[in-house]
DNA sequence: ATAGTAATATGATATTTATCATATTTGCTT
DNA sequence: AAGCAAATATGATAAATATCATATTACTAT
């Protein structure tokens, strides 16, 4: 099994405040798991045991509403910790966590982190950072969800996929998400996030083949946020 | 000047983890502040250099969006602290605070704070807790943007301030905001959120007296969220 | 107390978004 | 390759919300 002191993907997330002490230790009890995409890695109101790190792939944080829809309400890129916040506040999880791309993970379990966590200022405070970084960017998304329309949102979605997921050689999303799923981010009826990404196609501003986006004016969509 | 070792506000918040001589070397450089009503204690974009801690009133968080409205984000009630994401995150503040009712608040500078996060375990897993809450609190009011409709959020705004701050003698809530700012809350606009009072008002769940408002039916409030 | 200003209220209408209905296309399974 | 289910697309309409206009009421400063 891989070692976590020589995982590179530590560096994007607060592990990289470790000792190397503290990850052969922790290399030596976490586990790998495949998760498929579409996968479930643990559900909301379930206790987590622990935390994962997104060795590759991608998944949503989503959370059910009351009218029985699936708002997303974050995308977790390779890198990415899952599940800090209900270990830190020793809850049972607030989202569930559903692949979007065939993911690798590794778990590590609670009392390795907790402990950590208490005796590296390091790593604290690196976490800490982290978490007012997501606090600043949650006060960011209620604006946009409060301010702006499903077209300004929808077109943001876009480019923020597009700069943080990339394309692939053809400019077609790494990130592959139903028209279902683009209607969950934005918080829209589905009908209407399709009306809205086939007037895009008509603008110009994407073009798509199948569930797949191509972004072909990025320029035009930023106008239109 | 009043002490920290001595102050009660503290037990609601993470200074409470503080051991007394950390308390009492803060006391000691720590300014105490009369903010009143209407008054701004820092603005979106300001770089703070301390955090602050509310000792009495009420405030409101907000933060100005593309279209000129000023979203509020956050209410923040005696006992809060203010500011430490900034400090923590080493940004300037995201968003502005602005007094609801004459305050009183603490200034604590950064450096006497950044020092304890640092040595004290205690304090900052304290910290980590609170913010781990406030991030929960956070996806909730996304998802709740997002799924519900204006009547729905403005129904829960007038639950949540009625169980978070009260009302008088009179039943009147004790925090007075405008029509403005209670659309600013839910993210619409001033005349939709005046015709959705006006309609709870006709509905008997509500009544008004100029700017105060007065809760007469929290269970039929609460049936509509 | 009164004038002037800001806030609240409400009507009329336009725009946005949701809902329901029904094609059409896509992807999958055999 | 055919058949089927799910996803996408689009029209028609309803409901929610925004905008503009204009009263009315409350508050403030003299």
Redesign the pocket.
């Known amino acids: 099994m891989s070692k976590c002191e020589q995982c590179i993907v530590r560096q994007f997330n607060s592990l990289k405040a470790l000792t190397k002490d503290e990850l052969v230790r922790i290399s030596s009890c976490k586990t790998s798991k495949i998760i498929k995409k579409g996968e479930v890695i643990f559900e909301e109101g379930e206790t987590l045991n622990g935390i994962y790190c997104v060795k590759d792939g991608v998944c949503k944080l989503s959370k059910l509403s009351a009218n029985g829809k699936d708002q997303i309400v974050k995308l977790v890129i390779k890198g990415d910790l899952l599940g800090q916040r209900s270990l830190i506040g020793n809850e049972s999880a607030n989202l569930s966590a559903t692949a979007l791309k065939d993911m690798e993970v590794c778990f590590i379990p609670k009392s390795e982190i907790i402990n950590d966590l208490q005796n590296n200022s390091n790593f604290s405070m690196d976490v800490l950072q982290k978490m007012a970084h997501d606090l600043k960017e949650s006060d960011n998304v209620i604006v946009n969800m409060a301010q702006k ?3 300004q949102r929808l077109a943001e979605v876009l480019i923020y996929i597009y700069q943080h997921f990339g394309a692939d050689t053809n400019d077609m999303l790494n990130v592959v998400l ?3 799923e683009y209607a969950n981010i934005v ?6 996030a ?2 809205i ?2 007037q895009f ?1 008509k603008e110009g501003l994407i073009s ?4 797949q986006i191509k972004i072909e004016d990025i320029k035009g969509l930023k106008k239109v946020v």
Chains 1, 2 share one sequence.
């Open positions: 329309t499903v077209k139903s028209r279902e918080g829209t009826a589905t009908e209407s399709i009306r990404l086939s196609k798509t083949s199948g569930k």
